[in-house]
């Protein structure tokens, strides 16, 4: 079965320095990944996907992740966070097959950023 | 372009109510889904359907019972509600076919007291 970890419930981090949000996943042949991020009461919103492209990702608002099958991980970053950027950021795999495309999400990891 | 909608947006509700969470999408997706968001577990998967007539179960569908009479609506029907079931509920739809995009709606807040 499927799973995903994201290592870390919350982040902090300065305003200007580096995000990584750390994402792993458990599944027998190599999913489809996403990254969503939620903002304070509202839905989810996509910030990019890998679905067997380039391994690297670029995203909304200046985010990007590497899929690392190696590692079996897909991490999100980005080079200097904004204030903007605090929310809560899930990832989520499906299968290429046979999922009809249900999501199975990580824990989530509520980033913070101090001025 | 409403994308997907869902009412109520909040809702209180005693123990042994039913009611029903409506989701409509004007994207003429054929995936639908539900899922509810609680604290520390992330959002897990409660129905899901793959076009008019067909539904099916997720990770967590015990308590509800969904169907899907026309692509554009996919209510979810909380038979009789239990204070375990107090939580956000998503709708999503998408494209039918693993690895596109799944749209999320704006959330429902239920309360079961």
């Known amino acids: 079965a499927q799973s995903v970890t994201q290592l870390g419930s919350h982040v902090s981090v300065s305003e200007g320095a580096l995000v990584l949000l750390r994402c792993n996943y458990s599944s027998s042949v190599p999913p489809y990944l996403f990254w969503y991020v939620q903002y304070p009461n509202q839905g989810l919103q996509l910030l990019l996907k890998y679905t067997s492209a380039a391994t690297l990702v670029k995203g909304i608002n200046g985010f990007e992740a590497e899929f690392k099958k190696s590692e079996t991980s897909f991490h999100l970053t980005k080079p200097s966070a904004h204030m903007s950027d605090a929310a809560e950021y899930f990832c989520?795999?499906?299968?290429?097959?046979?999922?009809?495309?249900?999501?199975?999400f990580g824990k989530g990891t509520k980033l913070s950023v101090k001025p | 372009n409403a994308g997907v909608t869902q009412t109520p947006k909040f809702q209180v509700l005693k123990t042994g109510q039913s009611m029903t969470l409506q989701c409509a999408q004007d994207m003429n997706h054929e995936y639908m889904s539900w899922y509810r968001q609680d604290p520390g577990m992330g959002l897990r998967l409660i129905h899901y359907s793959v076009g008019a007539g067909i539904t099916d179960q997720g990770e967590v569908p015990n308590g509800y019972n969904v169907s899907r009479s026309t692509t554009e609506d996919f209510p979810l029907r909380l038979l009789s509600a239990a204070p375990s079931q107090t939580s956000v509920y998503f709708c999503?739809?998408?494209?039918?076919?693993?690895?596109?995009?799944?749209?999320f709606g704006e959330g429902s807040w239920l309360t079961v007291v």
């Open positions: 999503a739809s998408a494209v039918r076919s693993s690895g596109n995009t799944i749209y």
């Open positions: 989520a795999v499906s299968e290429p097959r046979g999922s009809q495309g249900n999501l199975i």
